[in-house]
């Protein structure tokens, strides 16, 4: 059994892990997108936070990898496990990606000893509108979270990952990718502070939060944080 968790905290080191399928370049590629906007976004952060309260930036090591089945594709072999994690992955409609964050996780836990203490968080791309497959892929990568005993601390749902290559050209927080911004600098939040997604909502005043962000209520215990389809959003979408 692995020991209770203490109080949360600031994580002292960050894996961020683009899970790749068999011939499916497009996909990894649209998830390291996603991986590196939440690295740059953090860091931005970091150094506003520091300017803010007057103190040295607390910034957290991140490290980038690709894991394509039991292999190692991109980024070196890490040394230290970390105390934070987060896995993303383009989901496919069919069955070939079935569980494919889950696995990722137990491969990255063969890499590095992970304590009690590691927190995880899964990014979930979908091919199109439809995010049931995704969501089934993050309620399974939180079980895979119990069995290697890490501490799972949520997710979130992208709609129409294909079109994510040219999205993330267009301004960060412009009208087109604003909801995917949000989201992912709520993750932020909730990584920074140590904690689930479920506790960052009840900080920030939940309900509120949930209602204006897009959170899936129905799959709250899961943490899940669904990417709102705007007009602008759709509109893009139809471009691309």
Request: positive net charge; aromatic residues 2%.
């Amino acid at each position: 059994m692995p020991a209770r968790r203490t109080a949360p905290h600031t994580p002292r080191g960050c894996w961020l892990a683009a899970a790749e399928r068999d011939n499916d370049a497009a996909g990894s590629a649209a998830a390291r997108l996603v991986l590196d906007d939440l690295a740059d976004a953090l860091a931005a952060y970091e150094r506003i936070s520091a300017v803010r309260t007057n103190t040295p930036v607390a910034h957290i090591p991140c490290t980038h990898l690709t894991i394509r089945g039991a292999s190692l594709c991109k980024g070196a072999h890490p040394l230290i496990a970390p105390d934070a994690l987060v896995i993303a992955g383009a989901i496919a409609a069919d069955s070939t990606s079935h569980d494919l964050l889950a696995r990722t996780l137990q491969q990255l836990a063969k890499m590095a000893p992970l304590t009690s203490e590691a927190c995880a968080w899964g990014i979930a791309l979908g091919p199109g509108d439809d995010l049931s497959a995704c969501r089934d892929e993050l309620l399974s990568l939180q079980t895979a979270c119990a069995a290697v005993g890490i501490r799972w601390c949520g997710g979130i749902l992208i709609p129409d990952g294909t079109m994510l290559p040219a999205l993330m050209r267009s301004p960060r927080l412009g009208a087109f990718r604003r909801p995917l911004s949000e989201s992912i600098d709520r993750l932020i939040a909730a990584l920074r502070l140590g904690r689930s997604i479920a506790e960052l909502d009840r900080i920030l005043d939940a309900p509120n939060t949930r209602q204006h962000r897009g959170s899936v209520p129905a799959a709250r215990p899961a943490d899940i944080i669904e990417v709102q389809r705007t007009l602008s959003w759709k509109l893009f979408a139809r471009l691309h």
